[in-house]
């Protein structure tokens, strides 16, 4: 037997290197949360995930808590369920959101739609991507008799903290004056509105929610991923 050590083959040599970048990689990334943030956001448990990649939950809840290392191919089956794009698993800084935005930054805009707005805002989340909440800063000036009370809708829901002055806030049918201190949480799916109430501005925080969305393409993600586990196995790993 020879003394010295066997010399490995480039392949194998690749093969170990890729292993330790793949740990090293899914570990910073934090791929495991991410999957386990999709899920719970759309209030999923570890059975129904499996059932539609056709993974096995033990091997997700493995996954989760970055037992496992994931393969593309599995990663790709988790994407499709949750309409995501493979490069959403790798992307920057998606478990330690940390914006600051300065005041003096900030841009005024004012009410779309009216020609005499009654209103203007602020974003304070605009350099955050995919966010799944907007905060406005919003100021609310005195009616004249040519501003328009227009009333708009959106998906979602609505937070409202007043902050100073009076604020009249229409929401269907229901109308409601609000004073500072005051707020409201509402269904922005109903046509809602809202003006100054005083004589002086009024000053609001607002912010609008989106609404989890259904997955309206699980069917179609099933049948596909169904495919790919009758050709790929299910238990996990890729065969």
């Known amino acids: 037997m020879s003394e010295f050590p066997a010399v490995k083959s480039e392949e194998t040599q690749m093969s170990q290197v890729d292993a330790e970048t793949t740990a090293r990689v899914i570990a910073e990334k934090c791929i495991g949360e991410r999957i386990r943030?999709?899920?719970?956001?759309?209030?999923?448990?570890?059975?129904?995930?499996?059932?539609?990649?056709?993974?096995?939950?033990?091997?997700?809840?493995?996954?989760?808590?970055?037992?496992?290392?994931?393969?593309?191919?599995?990663?790709?089956?988790?994407?499709?369920?949750?309409?995501?794009?493979?490069?959403?698993?790798?992307?920057?800084?998606?478990?330690?959101?940390?914006?600051?935005?300065?005041?003096?930054?900030?841009v005024r805009l004012p009410q779309t739609g009216v020609e005499f707005p009654t209103y203007y805002f602020e974003s304070l989340g605009y350099m955050v991507p995919d966010r799944?909440?907007?905060?406005?800063?919003?100021?609310?000036?005195?009616?004249?008799?040519?501003?328009?009370?227009?009333?708009?809708?959106?998906?979602?829901?609505?937070?409202?903290?007043?902050?100073?002055?009076?604020?009249?806030?229409?929401?269907?049918d229901q109308v409601a004056t609000l004073e500072r201190g005051d707020s409201v949480y509402f269904d922005a799916s109903r046509p809602h509105s809202y003006h100054c109430a005083g004589k002086n501005p009024a000053g609001a925080i607002i912010v609008t929610m989106q609404q989890p969305q259904p997955t309206a393409p699980r069917a179609v993600a099933k049948t596909v991923v169904e495919g790919q586990v009758k050709a790929n196995g299910a238990d996990g790993v890729d065969k």
């Not at 191919?73 to 920057?92: C, G, P, Q, T």
């Not at 501003?147 to 902050?163: D, I, R």
Request: glycine fraction near 6%; avoid cysteine.
């Open 37 to 106: 943030r999709l899920r719970l956001k759309k209030s999923m448990g570890l059975v129904e995930l499996g059932k539609l990649t056709g993974l096995s939950a033990s091997f997700l809840s493995q996954l989760e808590t970055g037992r496992v290392v994931p393969t593309l191919r599995n990663l790709a089956r988790i994407a499709m369920v949750f309409s995501k794009d493979l490069s959403y698993f790798f992307e920057s800084d998606a478990t330690a959101v940390f914006r600051i935005h300065r005041r003096k930054e900030r």
């Open 132 to 172: 799944p909440m907007d905060p406005y800063f919003a100021e609310f000036v005195p009616l004249t008799k040519n501003m328009e009370l227009k009333a708009h809708m959106h998906s979602g829901f609505e937070f409202l903290y007043v902050l100073e002055g009076e604020l009249e806030l229409r929401h269907g």
